[in-house]
């Protein structure tokens, strides 16, 4: 088949990698003390006219102006000061080790280096603390960035990348669009892919950027469960269990769709989070899209069909917004229990042992977060240690997205990448091994080979069993005979 024209989105793309490219090589090559200050400015920018941001997030994800300050720009300045004040270090160059013995007089230095362009594909829940957890330390890192924010949330992901050219220049440009665009990011070929979304785009990404070679970092959806056992405080925890299921409307990934609640409490726990539930209800926002709120609908609606019981909430009038919904009675193969919901909604299983709730808790394809309310750390921590998930919280849940020294990372379904922490900034730079070799000598391990060569090695994996002063003498003396063999006299 002749090669197909590229459409607009194609081009578009193809462009804003090529700009970042070579944009992204001089800043690369700028001391990082340089780019530390060039990053500082960019965050008085933002901090400048942070009522507009999150105005502009408030007005493009309906979620209360409340959580657009808590969630999404009081962080910011903590991503700039935290990666501003460690990154540095964390990106120095460190000595490697190499053995003086058999390889004298070789140094080994591992630098860390920008991978190049990093093309990040944002979903719509949180337009501004998603895209910059990353684009804060990839572009420190010396990396140009291409951003293609949700469709549903454009204006804040451009508002976002004007201020970020202002101070930065063109290491960073946005490729505005649906779908079509975040798959012509990926054809365009740029050095990374760190993708938050779905499970099912992400499976869709993870496939295109294998075929061209590309890796990527994949943060995906989640079904959080909250585990309350007996000894919680039962009121706090109602109060956080119901924040964990309703902030953002349910729209966070590591949002709680699930609780397993010990059978003794049962009785006292759940009228309490019905009604921290339907006090927290004025809070809570319309969902973004429609076509999600149709999903969690026919949640409810087919645990309801299958004999679930509602607690409180339900189905929407036509047309309103949905209502904060608790469920019980949900079989486990029910979507309302295995897929995620993402809407202010969950499923309560009422369990009789630890190792019940842990079972439960456990049955998920997904593995983003999970939480354990007890007073009693030590059996909060014993039961915590069982569950599978990258994230666990005792006591508490999910509050820690916008904490840049935190990993947030998922097992299973949830993805394979890292975002915040130390550990991301390694994933988002790569490691380059330069070794000066200051000797004359032919080295042991070069041609010609011969019976020398093989005492040597007999001798050196002998001294990786017992060490000590006489597998040393024995080397060195392997060590004589194998050069001489080399000079021709062995
Ligand atoms: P989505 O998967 O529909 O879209 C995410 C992004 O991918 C959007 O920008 C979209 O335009 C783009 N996209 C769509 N098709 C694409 C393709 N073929 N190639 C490349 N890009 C493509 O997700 P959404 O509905 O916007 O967001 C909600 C999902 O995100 C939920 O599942 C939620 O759990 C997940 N999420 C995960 C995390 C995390 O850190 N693990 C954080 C927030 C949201």
Known sequence: MPPQPLTDVQLAAQDAVNEVRAAAAKWASLPIASRVAKMREACQLILARADELAELATLETHKPLAESYSAEVLGVADLFS???????ALLAPRKGHVPSLEMPGKKATIERLPRGVIGVISPWNFPVSLPMRTLVPALLAGNGVVLKPSECTPQTGAWLVERLRSALGPIVQMLPGAG???AALIEAKPDMIVFTGSTRTG????VACAERGIPCELELGGKDCAVVLEGADLERTAAGVAWGILMNAGQNCSGIERVAVQATIAPAFLPSLVAAMERAAPDVCELVTPMQKELVIGHIRDALARGAKLETGGLPDSGGPLRPTLLTGVPRDAPAWADESFGPTAVLEICETDEDCITAANDTRYGLGASVWCRDLNRARSVADRLRSGMVWIN???F????????WVGVGESGTGVTNSPEALMHLTRPRLVVVDSTSAIEPWWYPYGTAMIDLMRTL???QQSGGLGALLGTLSALKK???????KG
């Open 400 to 407: 820690t997205g916008a904490l840049p020294d935190l990993p």
């Open 203 to 206: 499976r869709r990404v993870a």
């Open 396 to 398: 508490n849940h999910s």
């Open 82 to 88: 935290y990666w501003c004040d460690r990154g540095p």
């Open 482 to 488: 194998r050069n001489r063999e080399l000079a021709g």
């Open 461 to 463: 994996v002998a001294r």
């Open 180 to 182: 079509e665009a975040g």
